[in-house]
């Protein structure tokens, strides 16, 4: 995969990315949005350990977004835990200095409609949030998903307590919503 945004390029993740992960993951505003927790502070080998778990796997579940030349965020689509049937999880991160380039506007639609694209048993892709993300909550919606669940009190992370959202859009709906969508 390299596919080409306005603001960041979408590739498969190498090794010597490690370094700039750890950079943008060493950061709590960004750390305490994770679902799962990190270690702070996250070292390159933390990073290297992250990318080592992914870089083989296939199908490909993991993509760099990569902004100026350095990887600046990961997103991944990944199978859920059962019970749960035909779906993927999405989940991302674009390191702060990053943010409010539009790159998550462009890039959600884009993961979703290749998720749908190559798979054609696939039934639905589902996003958690944690319920003080309001800029991931703002974008998901944007891009068309349905607050599905609020899981109340679901989080404790760093001694705060918070909700955890479920976000999902079916494949009928990504199709509505994609001009390009194609199965």
Known sequence: MDLRLSHARVRLPRADDAAAIARHLDDRAIA?????????????????????????????????????????????????????????????????????????GELVPLLVNHAFARDATLRRVEAQVLGWNDAAIRLLTRCGFSREARLRDAVDRDGEVCDLLVFGMLRSEAAARCANFRC
Do not use: F
Request: aromatic letters at 2%.
């Open 32 to 104: 305490r949005n994770l679902l799962e927790p990190i270690p702070l502070p996250y070292g390159v080998d933390d990073a290297r350990a992250l990318l080592a778990a992914h870089l083989h796997r296939e199908p490909v579940d993991l993509v760099a977004i990569e902004v100026e030349g350095e990887c600046a965020g990961l997103a991944e689509l990944r199978t859920p835990p059962p019970p749960r049937a035909h779906g993927l999880e999405l989940s991302l991160w674009i390191g702060r200095r990053h943010h409010g380039k539009g790159i998550g």
